[in-house]
């Protein structure tokens, strides 16, 4: 994974208090190439069984194409796999959306939208907290749960 480093402006913590002070501001570096859930992987907020849940299920998406395409598609036909299980291209992929649609159902209602925003669409916990109406802070605790269920649908230890 390549790093993409670029500089982001924090949200302002509101004027200080006192004439004549100006709001303080603050900003992080922000790695643009890393995984929401890789970031909080390598901070410790999810364990190695829920981040490879959330690779599994992110792999599956990738897998059977769900992104939305903005033009034609120049890829090439056939593509020779060095692992061949004996299914077609257009078989795998079924498959893979299989899969995906079977881990989302083992979320549960509900969670089935964080895990998409997240895991898929790479969308930061704030962000799709903030989209979902959720309170700040609740999305980490949700999207455990969901991955430990996507992690129990992929049967990973």
């Excluded at 390549?2 to 922000?30: D, I, Y």
């Excluded at 995984?35 to 901070?43: F, G, Q």
């Excluded at 992929?93 to 079977?102: E, M, Y």
């Amino acid at each position: 994974m390549k790093r993409q480093l670029v500089e982001r402006e924090l949200t302002s913590e509101g004027p200080r208090r006192g004439p004549g002070t100006a709001a303080k501001r603050r900003s992080v570096t922000v790695n643009l190439g890393e995984s929401p859930i890789a970031w909080l992987h390598s901070r410790g907020h999810l364990d190695g069984r829920l981040f490879d849940a959330g690779e599994a299920l992110r792999g599956d998406y990738e897998r059977a194409q769900l992104s939305p395409n903005v033009t034609m598609r120049w890829d090439a036909v056939r593509i020779k796999s060095t692992g061949d299980t004996g299914l077609s291209g257009t078989e795998k992929q079924i498959a893979a959306k299989q899969r995906f649609d079977g881990a989302l159902i083992a979320a549960g209602k509900g969670l089935e939208d964080v895990l998409w925003r997240v895991v898929c669409a790479g969308e930061g916990l704030p962000e799709a907290e903030k989209a979902l109406g959720w309170p700040a802070r609740s999305g980490k605790l949700v999207l455990k749960l969901a991955l430990d269920r996507v992690a129990d649908f992929y049967r990973i230890r």
